[in-house]
């Protein structure tokens, strides 16, 4: 276990969440205040891509349009906010509520469904969302809707940039934690086990389908979770959540920091909004450059950063070590299967 | 609610769904045959409309135009398919979705850079500018040439699947590419062909969209998804099925935007109506494409696989 | 008695800090300029660029007296970017002001952060109703227009032409349904029918067809960028060009106007300002902004031109004192020289200017924008009743 920890796969994520820990005092000493809300952006969008992977990694899921979670998280805060409701823990039982029950109804629906069809349902969602949001006037419309009141839990609010990094770094730990245990408990290995041969797991008794369902469900009300802390650092819900082009993103996040692993959406939000950034820098036509990048990425493999890492570090020990971890090991990726349903 | 102004929304729907069967057509065969989800189509439609508005700039002919968009649409996806798309027929639907979503960015990027961010100006030729009087209604005959130009496509492919023997091979690769490929056919050939065909329809679409919609980058998005719904609800890899969903989207679509407001104003308060109306005439053909997911998965009039 | 070394050291001490004030004094302005210059909407956010980089330029690369610097953003007309881009400008930048801010979802998203901060903020492309209200800011200006301004001048124009029967049309978004709801305002005459379409539909043969059958005297539209070059060639393809009069506010104008062409002709169009505005200030930006970029400035142009003066105006008043500016921005609106006519801030921070109707005609082959009434004069908007700012 003591030399699991060492390998670079798992030592780098967790130095990861040690830097990102330690980000409010370096800024505050370097007196950049705007670090704070710039890393606070990524780790949402590391808790979005980690409830994402959990559909797509681990599930086979290919959910085009989990914006629409995101978008929905925003709203819990933004319209009982507008109505005057600032208590945190309303915000979140709305959010909890409605992402779940979306989640459920997106996924019975879409879940009938695989393949292409799958992408396309969920992408339609995602759209039908969008613009029932665009044509609600009284709440902001295609404007948005600023939020009047930001969650407070107590003493805890979370309108302030360090309470909601804070915040949402504590809840990056839990969800990548919980993902790592729910990777290896029977519910995970079935759900695993599902997205590499359905009919298999149905002939032993178990139903492929509702584990794909269990799974869509909590995977659409983390990333509303998610939408639920974006709401809070920009004081903003907005329909523009909604674009298809941010549920394009969130995939290409999970895939680039390695699907069905425990860390790799958070190296993959990590490295994505990462060279964003660096991009815009450069040059106003940024996509030109990012957009053939991710076309390598998907031409070279899917295996991404954190199975690059595993190869560095397997290149270093025996076969037979290899094969005895690949089993428990948190970083293993799944054999790369078809779709859903796919025979 | 008069009988001609149904009428002119029947056309207005019919060659709204003819301009989707064009693009659909292309796409739902690549889809079916080789089994590639290609977001990237309704780039190849934009390059289209580019090359068309640049041809008709330079030339002053519409036919050349047509062949302007259709030849370039051609040359890229033919470039595309060797170099990117046939590495990925093997793969996960995932890998494609990711590859042509990496493509859109680049290609509405590219869009940019060269031409600029204002959208370009193309005319509609001389010839069909005038309007067609039907019933005290006028009506383009530009619009009238496109569903013409929709329905001759339709024609002439389901000649070519039906009656000649490249179609039979292209039935044959729908059931079972392998067979095909074991029976000594060069199968690499016949993708790259077929996905060849699909970029051409697409540049023919864009071509014709030109002078009546706008060209500019990300053109092709909004027609894209559609174009998707209809490959769904019509049955992936069929092409009679994609000219009818074409058609139904079309309509649906057209005449739900035109009397769902007029409906629900009739049973709901006017500020209800004006809110409700709009957005649910745009959700129309997702409920629609919903539906038809729930009740029958495999589409309306599915490709039959071996 | 004191040494002539200590004098000597005193006097060079004391000029030595005199000096270094007035260095001080001498830093850059620092402006942050946030706009859409990228993605369809970006002719808007460089036009805007262009205009405000014009005016630095002739100013001799100063404003305010002091060497200017300007800072770009692109907020891909995205609330979430636009939000990241003006705290990065406040936190990180440190600007002494913002410039642009794109359009009104970008601006409202990040309205907060500006108020919370009190860096003078200038829209150059919004005026929403929320700010022009209750939301209203001591520190955040529209030099544009509140949103209302061109369709309420509009809805006067055709009342005073006597038009009995409108039809109305717009996306279906906050913007749109404020367009129709300015134009009611002010226009008493029958409303036939309110449409709204999805927000960048492309195809509106089947709202023309309804057009058509409706038989209105004139329809009022209001289809910013893609849409509007879609809608008024497809009205044009209808054959409906010559027979109903298209009134329109944002959707033929500086940017779509070299895309139209000759659909264009005959439509009317409100706004504040057009390169047609024949005024010596006028004549000399369109000549400069022509010579410069080849392409006749639209009324984007004109606005992030007028904001690049009205900062030099501010700065000069507010003299190096950061707390000074609103109050001094506000002063200036009144004074500096803008390019489309009389111009103040109103009580709410939002401009008190005229409106114009302008006409697209073909004269003598070529396609040009006429003056043909000022609806409004110095118009202000009815939400300034609701701001408590003194």
Redesign the interface.
């Known amino acids: 276990m003591n030399t699991q920890l060492l390998r670079p796969a798992t030592a780098v994520p967790l130095l990861i969440f040690a830097a990102l820990a330690a980000v409010p005092f370096v800024a505050g000493a370097l007196e950049q205040p705007f670090w704070i809300s710039l890393f606070a952006r990524i780790v949402i969008y590391a808790i979005a891509a980690s409830a994402l992977n959990l559909a797509?990694g681990y599930g086979g899921l290919?959910s085009?349009g989990h914006a629409l979670f995101l978008g929905l998280g925003s709203y819990a805060v933004a319209l009982p906010a507008f109505h005057g409701i600032d208590s945190g823990w309303m915000h979140l039982a709305a959010c909890l509520a409605v992402c779940g029950v979306g989640a459920l109804l997106v996924g019975v629906?879409?879940l009938?469904?695989s393949?292409?069809?799958f992408?396309?349902?969920t992408?339609?969602?995602a759209?039908?969302g969008y613009?029932?949001l665009?044509?609600?006037?009284q709440y902001g419309g295609d404007d948005g809707l600023a939020v009047a009141a930001t969650s407070r839990f107590g003493p805890l609010d979370l309108g302030s940039p360090l309470a909601l990094y804070g915040t949402a770094w504590v809840v990056l730990v839990l969800v990548t934690w919980w993902m790592a245990r729910l990777r290896l408990a029977p519910f995970g290995m079935a759900l695993r086990a599902a997205r590499q041969n359905a009919r298999r797991v149905n002939a032993i008794g178990l139903q492929a389908r509702r584990l794909q369902l269990v799974a869509f469900v909590i995977s659409g009300t983390l990333c509303g979770v998610a939408g639920l802390l974006l709401a809070n650092l920009n004081a903003y819900a907005s329909p523009s959540s909604l674009a298809?082009t941010i549920s394009?993103e969130l995939?290409?996040m999970v895939?680039l920091g390695g699907?069905g692993t425990v860390f790799g959406p958070l190296i993959g939000a990590l490295v994505f909004m990462g060279l964003e950034e660096v991009f815009k820098g450069l040059t106003e036509?940024w996509?030109?450059i990012?957009?053939?990048?991710?076309?390598?990425?998907?031409?070279v493999g899917?295996r991404g950063i954190v199975g690059l890492l595993e190869s560095a570090s397997a290149a270093k020990r025996t076969k037979l070590e290899v094969d005895k971890d690949a089993n428990t090991d948190p970083n293993a990726n799944d054999v790369?299967?078809?779709?859903v349903g796919e025979a | 609610m008069?009988a001609?102004?149904l009428l002119?929304?029947l056309l207005?729907?019919l060659?709204?769904g003819v301009l989707l069967f064009l693009l659909a057509a292309g796409l739902t065969l690549v889809?079916g045959i080789m089994s590639f989800?290609n977001l990237a189509h309704g780039s190849l439609y934009m390059l289209g409309a580019y090359a068309a508005a640049i041809g008709y700039g330079a030339s002053g002919s519409f036919v050349l135009a047509i062949v302007a968009g259709m030849a370039a649409a051609l040359v890229v996806g033919l470039v595309l398919e060797v170099s990117?798309v046939s590495?990925?027929y093997r793969?996960?639907?995932?890998?494609?979705?990711?590859?042509t979503?990496?493509?859109?960015?680049?290609?509405?990027?590219?869009v940019?850079?060269v031409w600029?961010?204002?959208?370009?100006?193309v005319?509609?030729p001389q010839v069909l500018?005038?309007?067609v009087d039907l019933f005290g209604?006028?009506?383009?005959s530009?619009?009238f040439a496109i569903i013409v130009a929709g329905l001759l496509v339709a024609v002439a492919s389901h000649l070519l699947i039906q009656k000649t023997r490249v179609g039979m091979l292209i039935r044959a690769g729908a059931q079972n590419p392998q067979l095909v490929g074991a029976l000594g056919v060069n199968i690499g050939l016949l993708n790259a062909m077929l996905f060849g065909v699909g970029a051409m329809l697409a540049g023919l679409a864009g071509a014709m969209a030109g002078?009546?919609?706008?060209v500019?980058?990300?053109?092709g998005?909004?027609?894209l998804?559609t174009t998707?719904?209809v490959i769904?609800i019509g049955g992936?890899g069929s092409v009679n099925g994609a000219l009818y969903a074409a058609l139904i989207v079309g309509v649906v679509d057209?005449?739900g935007?035109?009397y769902l407001?007029m409906l629900i104003r009739l049973v709901a308060e006017r500020s209800i109506a004006?809110?409700?109306?709009?957005?649910l005439?745009?959700?129309s053909i997702?409920?629609l494409?919903?539906v038809v997911?729930?009740l029958r998965?495999q589409g309306l009039f599915p490709a039959r696989r071996g | 008695m004191i040494s002539r070394d200590f004098r000597s050291t005193v006097v060079a001490v004391a000029v030595a800090a005199a000096l270094s004030t007035t260095l001080g004094a001498a830093q850059a302005a620092t402006i942050g300029f946030v706009a859409p210059l990228?993605?369809?909407?970006?002719?808007v956010g460089?036009d805007q660029l262009d205009g405000f980089m014009l005016a630095v330029e002739q100013l001799g690369g100063q404003l305010g007296g002091q060497p200017a610097k300007v800072l770009k953003e692109d907020d891909q007309l995205k609330p979430e970017v636009g939000q990241q881009a003006v705290r990065k400008l406040i936190d990180k930048d440190k600007v002494d002001a913002i410039v642009g801010l794109s359009f009104s979802n970008v601006l409202m998203a990040s309205l907060p952060r500006l108020a919370e901060s009190g860096v003078v903020a200038l829209a150059t492309n919004a005026g929403p109703s929320p700010l022009a209200g209750a939301q209203c800011k001591a520190n955040i200006f529209s030099l544009a227009w509140q949103n209302d301004g061109a369709a309420e001048s509009m809805g006067k124009f055709a009342q005073d032409r006597g038009i009995k029967r409108v039809y109305l049309m717009a996306p279906?978004y906050q913007a749109g349904k404020d367009m129709l709801a300015g134009f009611k305002r002010f226009y008493k005459g029958q409303v036939v029918d309110?449409?709204?379409?999805?927000v960048?539909q492309?195809?509106y043969?089947?709202?023309l067809?309804?057009l058509?059958?409706a038989k209105p005297d004139a329809v009022f539209v209001f289809y910013p960028g893609?849409m509007g070059?879609?809608f008024v060639?497809?009205m044009s393809?209808?054959?409906?060009s010559g027979k109903l009069p298209l009134y329109s506010v944002f959707t033929v104008d500086g940017?779509?106007l070299?895309?139209?062409?000759?659909a264009a002709v005959g439509t009317i169009s409100g706004a504040m300002y057009d390169a047609a505005l024949d005024t010596p200030d006028n004549r000399k930006f369109v000549a400069a902004f022509e010579a410069k970029y080849k392409r006749t400035p639209s009324l984007y142009a004109a606005t992030g031109f007028d904001a690049a003066n009205l900062l030099d105006v501010a700065l000069r008043k507010a003299g190096g004192d950061a707390k000074k500016l609103p109050a001094a921005v506000k002063a200036a609106g009144s004074e500096f020289k803008s390019v489309r006519g009389p111009f103040r801030f109103g009580k709410n921070n939002m401009p008190v200017q005229d409106y114009y109707a302008f006409e697209t005609t073909r004269d003598g082959g070529k396609l040009t924008t006429r003056l043909i009434g000022t609806p409004l004069a110095a118009h202000a908007d009815p939400y300034a009743a609701q701001c408590t700012l003194p």
Do not use: C
Request: proline content about 7%; aromatic content about 10%.
């Open positions: 797509l290919v085009f629906i879409s009938r469904t393949g292409m069809a992408i396309m349902i992408l339609a969602f759209q039908m613009f029932l665009v044509s609600l006037k298809w394009g995939i290409v895939v699907m036509h996509m030109i990012f957009g053939p990048l991710i076309v390598l990425m998907a031409l899917r790369p299967a078809r779709s | 008069s001609t102004l002119a929304q207005n729907g060659q709204y889809f989800v990117i590495r990925l793969r996960d639907h995932l890998d494609h979705v990711l590859a979503f990496g493509l859109v960015m680049f290609f509405n990027e590219l940019r850079l600029g961010p204002q959208p370009l100006f005319e509609v500018a005038g309007t209604f006028t009506y383009p530009y619009r002078p009546v919609l706008s500019q980058s990300g053109m998005e909004p027609v998804i998707l719904v769904v992936i057209t005449l935007r035109v407001p004006d809110a409700a109306g709009p957005a005439a745009s959700m997702y409920l494409m919903a997911l729930a998965p | 990228s993605g369809p909407q970006a002719l460089q279906n309110e449409v709204y379409t999805q960048n492309p195809d043969s089947a709202e067809a309804q058509q059958a893609g070059i879609n060639k497809q393809q209808a054959g409906m940017t779509t070299p895309s139209l062409r000759e």
